[in-house]
């Protein structure tokens, strides 16, 4: 079964900076699309970023002009950089990727989360 693999989270300052990578374990064909989201406590999951295989990027309001996602698809990686950190930054943030393969339907992978905290 393939995996989502994440790494880089941490504790870090208010106004510091962390990389947050994503790869997967074997490779995913088709992809159409990456991205990260994350999850606070008593909150929603939520949309951070994501990246289309064309390079075409989206970001959450909360985190524009802060952070800057990257992806490589012939590696399966996605990388999130993350500035200007802030503690409501403060969650579980999560990669995904998204494959189509017709006449297969959309099919999502996600990793197991990694905790991003950030100190006042």
């Known amino acids: 079964q393939v995996q989502l693999v994440e790494s880089g989270g941490g504790l870090v300052h208010a106004g510091g900076s962390l990389r947050l990578s994503c790869t997967a374990s074997e490779y995913i064909t088709n992809i159409i699309g990456m991205g990260w989201y994350r999850q606070a406590p008593g909150k929603q999951r939520e949309l951070v970023a994501t990246i289309s295989a064309r390079g075409v990027t989206k970001y959450g309001d909360a985190v524009k002009g802060r952070f800057t996602i990257s992806g490589n698809n012939a590696r399966n990686t996605v990388y999130l950089q993350m500035n200007r950190l802030k503690p409501e930054d403060t969650a579980v943030y999560f990669c995904?990727?998204?494959?189509?393969?017709?006449?297969?339907?959309?099919?999502?992978?996600w990793g197991q989360g990694t905790q991003v905290t950030v100190s006042s």
């Open positions: 995904n990727f998204s494959r189509i393969s017709w006449p297969e339907p959309r099919h999502d992978y």
